[in-house]
């Protein structure tokens, strides 16, 4: 199944750290970018942060610059995405996604500017004290 597999929400208090994971069913994501986009309750899926295909580049929203980060170990077909001093407006469900047409040095993080696909169901992220 063309898929991924989100792992690692949970609840945190603000300043807290997470690191979810990303695990591709199905396919080599070595031939992949891939996305981390999020949606919060009443408001449309945005993206999050991205990363190109061998992991040369990587971009970020800049609700997150300095505070995520996103790297990839295609030997074990994962993606991860560091999430540091969480806040309360970081709130959502969390996805992957794959884009099997970007070039090696390039990703998008907008959700509606590349084919992405194989998304997964999700992982919920509550940041509250």
């Known amino acids: 199944q063309f898929q991924f597999v989100e792992s690692g929400g949970g609840l945190v208090q603000p300043g807290e750290s997470l690191r979810l994971s990303c695990i591709a069913s199905?396919?080599?994501?070595?031939?992949?970018?891939v996305g981390w986009f999020r949606q919060a309750p009443g408001r449309e899926r945005e993206g999050v942060s991205c990363?190109?295909?061998?992991?040369?580049?990587?971009r970020h929203a800049d609700s997150v610059m300095g505070r995520f980060a996103i790297y990839r170990d295609n030997a074990k077909n994962t993606v991860y995405l560091q999430m540091n001093n969480l806040q309360p407006e970081d709130t959502g469900v969390y996805y992957c996604?794959?884009?099997?047409?970007?070039?090696?040095?390039?990703?998008?993080?907008?959700?509606?500017?590349?084919?992405?696909?194989?998304w997964g169901q999700g992982t919920q992220v509550t940041v509250s004290s």
């Open positions: 996604a794959a884009d099997g047409d970007a070039g090696p040095l390039f990703c998008d993080v907008e959700p509606h500017n590349r084919p992405y696909e194989a």
């Open positions: 199905g396919f080599t994501l070595l031939n992949y970018a």
């Open positions: 990363i190109s295909r061998p992991g040369f580049m990587t």
